[in-house]
């Protein structure tokens, strides 16, 4: 009967952050009550709380939930490629995106950044996050500087400031773009970053 319980929690669970998140979407976080998201999915509210039992739970599992979207096997598939020259190509190809940078719909992302001002438990998630993608790139460019495929003397600062460069995209987006598409913004910012990478910045 446990086991059978378990399992009934890791197909609920998943599709009950899915929900939530598709509310968040649509009606922002004023907007985003429990009830709101058992009638979106046709569920009994109890429901929801008996897997989650509060609402503050609810935010830092779909904050975990999300970042396994970054991690999905689909966005990293350029981990397969052996040429070090074309990996290193497709990395930055997909960083500075628009698929990449909507892997998550940006009024949720920023609605929990604000919300990490004021809880705790948001702001180590939203840490352990950064670090995360943080990490990701500086043992890459460590592999890329071993096969001269950037010169880079600080990985470490190179990946903070890559890291911190894209996420800055989506601002300009939001509120400098003026109707140009994403790309024209990306496509400059990342021929910089690669660069930098390249020429001894770091």
Avoid: C
Avoid at 49 to 73: C, G, M, P, S, V
Avoid at 145 to 174: C, P, Q, W
Wanted: aromatic share 14%; proline share 1%; net charge neutral.
């Amino acid at each position: 009967m446990a086991i059978r319980k378990n399992r009934n929690a890791e197909t609920r669970k998943p599709e009950i952050l899915e929900g939530y998140y598709q509310v968040l979407i649509e009606n922002g976080f004023e907007g985003s009550s429990i009830g709101k998201i058992a009638q979106h999915l046709n569920l009994h509210s109890t429901l929801i709380l008996h897997y989650f039992k509060n609402k503050d739970n609810l935010q830092r599992e779909l904050i975990e939930f999300l970042i396994t979207k970054y991690k999905a096997e689909h966005m990293l598939e350029f981990d397969l490629i052996e040429d070090s020259a074309r990996r290193f190509d497709a990395m930055m190809d997909l960083i500075f995106s628009f698929k990449w940078n909507r892997t998550v719909d940006p009024g949720v992302h920023f609605g929990f950044y604000y919300k990490s001002f004021r809880d705790e438990g948001i702001r180590k998630v939203f840490k352990d996050m950064f670090r995360w993608l943080s990490d990701y790139l500086y043992n890459a460019f460590i592999l890329f500087n071993k096969d001269s495929i950037i010169k880079v003397t600080d990985e470490r600062k190179a990946a903070e400031y890559v890291l911190t460069l894209m996420k800055g995209l989506e601002f300009h987006a939001h509120f400098l773009n003026e109707g140009r598409p994403f790309e024209d913004f990306a496509n400059t910012a990342k021929t910089a970053t690669i660069a930098m990478l390249k020429n001894g910045t770091f």
